[in-house]
């Protein structure tokens, strides 16, 4: 069943209930008031016909009373104290039946002794007459009760079309209303079913703000993260194709030509020395490819431990140095001594060597790479500044992307995968750290990197 049907149907019965309840209350609450004013006119009629009797308690007078009440559409019934009949408006009428034995708990203001407006033909009420507070006589008084069932049933008329018209009135808003409420989910539905098929530039139209609203932004927001995720991956995949048929090619190509040539044994060291060098470029980009792999599944785990950074720091200049030195190129690395951190040792370093094998790739002979660090309260700052050939400001922002080279030909005889930056910063940021460069075009290379927990 639909949403609207099932919202419109639940919504009718709840306010058809409530209609009902209260056209019921107010009509007999309205009823009950008529009858009570009725037969409060009927008392106070007969009241007055007491009071005119109490001082003319003589034929005269009661012949004149009979004879306004046969004109009236009420009747009088007088009786004597024992309830014989001495004078009625409507002879036709056997009012015997009504006038009560009991005649001892008659106020003076007197009473109703029938109010059943819907089974009798009457309803009556009696005031006594009382002359030197001795009771001489009754006045009775009746009304056709059909009077008061004509009354109740234009009442009831009233009602009934009141109650038509509310209830068509109640419909008619129902069926708009729940409409109105479900158009926006159903246009969810469609664009959600769209996003499915592949389609990430749905826009939903500005709905109130309200939870509907919020949910149309949500998804709005998730099928424009789709678009980029989706495009993300294609490049992403397009990529590795590309970084993993360069190397393959060319073990393929040497891997024939040692084969099937007849070659010296020096010109074969010579391709089997190339096959070597791809095959270590190829197990070097699948093992980063694996290590972002990681990250992406959240699978990555950090073991945080304090670090004595000046000793750490210096046994990896210590293994840089050499490298360094047959380059021809300068390290230097200041680190004030009883300085920790809490990091994990093994993904420090591989920051620090991703970063410092860029500085000495990415230089000159003569060049100059330092490695600083700085404690700031609970922070540790370090920077590795080199004098190298510097970054194109267009090139800045992409850095660290993967597989974003600058040059990608030369990148490649340096054997570069593109794959180093994007892995410092996962890194780093797996250390609730920050980096950021500054890097000017053969001037040279800033990375700032700030790290929490700094103890010293
Ligand atoms: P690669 O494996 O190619 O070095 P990276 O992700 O480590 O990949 O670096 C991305 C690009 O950023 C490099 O291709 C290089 O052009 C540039 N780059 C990185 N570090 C430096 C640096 N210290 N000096 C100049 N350019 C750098």
């Not at 490049?235 to 030509?257: M, N, V, W």
Request: with cysteine; charged share 25%; proline share 3%.
């Amino acid at each position: 069943m639909k949403l609207s049907v099932k919202l419109g149907i639940i919504f009718f019965l709840i306010i058809f209930g409530l209609e009902s309840f209260m056209f019921f209350f107010l009509h007999s609450a309205l009823v009950d008031n008529r009858v009570e004013e009725e037969l409060n006119g009927l008392l106070a009629r007969g009241n007055s016909h007491r009071s005119v009797l109490e001082m003319n308690f003589d034929k005269t007078t009661i012949s004149h009373i009979t004879l306004m009440e046969s004109e009236a559409d009420t009747d009088v019934v007088i009786t004597d104290s024992d309830l014989n009949f001495i004078g009625s408006s409507n002879q036709s009428i056997h009012f015997s039946k009504y006038i009560q034995s009991k005649t001892h708990d008659i106020p003076r203001h007197g009473k109703v002794i029938e109010n059943n407006w819907r089974k009798t033909p009457f309803i009556a009420t009696v005031s006594p007459i009382e002359i030197d507070k001795q009771v001489v006589g009754y006045v009775y008084m009746f009304q056709d009760t059909a009077s008061v069932q004509s009354l109740i049933k234009h009442l009831n008329e009233h009602f009934l079309l009141a109650g038509f018209i509310s209830i068509a009135l109640t419909f008619f808003i129902i069926i708009v209303l729940s409409k109105a409420l479900t158009k926006p989910l159903l246009e969810m539905k469609e664009a959600t079913s769209q996003i499915s098929n592949g389609n990430y530039t749905v826009s939903l139209p500005k709905v109130a703000n309200d939870e509907l609203g919020d949910l149309a932004n949500s998804i709005q927001l998730l099928a424009q993260k789709l678009n980029y995720l989706t495009k993300e991956r294609n490049d992403f995949l397009a990529s590795i194709s590309h970084e993993l048929r360069t190397p393959l090619t060319y073990i393929k190509g040497y891997t024939d030509i040692v084969h099937k040539r007849n070659l010296p044994r020096e010109e074969q060291e010579k391709y089997l020395e190339i096959i070597i060098e791809e095959t270590t470029r190829l197990s070097v980009l699948i093992k980063e490819l694996f290590v972002l792999a990681k990250f992406d599944q959240n699978t990555f785990v950090i073991q945080k431990q304090q670090i004595d950074l000046h000793e750490f720091l210096n046994n990896i200049e210590q293994k840089l140095s050499p490298a360094f030195k047959e380059k021809d190129r300068v390290l230097d690395v200041f680190c004030p001594e009883n300085l920790f951190l809490m990091a994990d040792p093994a993904r420090l370093e591989q920051i620090f060597l991703n970063l410092l094998d860029n500085a000495m790739k990415y230089s000159s002979s003569g060049d100059k790479t330092v490695l600083r660090v700085i404690r700031k309260g609970t922070n540790c700052h370090i920077s590795i500044s080199d004098t190298g050939k510097g970054i194109p400001e267009k090139d800045i922002p992409h850095i660290f992307d993967r597989f974003y080279r600058v040059d990608k030909s030369r990148t490649r005889t340096l054997g570069g995968s593109g794959l180093g930056l994007a892995i410092v910063r996962e890194l780093i940021h797996a250390h609730g750290g920050t980096i950021e460069v500054k890097s000017k075009e053969n001037i040279g290379t800033q990375f700032e990197l700030i790290f929490k927990g700094a103890i010293g």
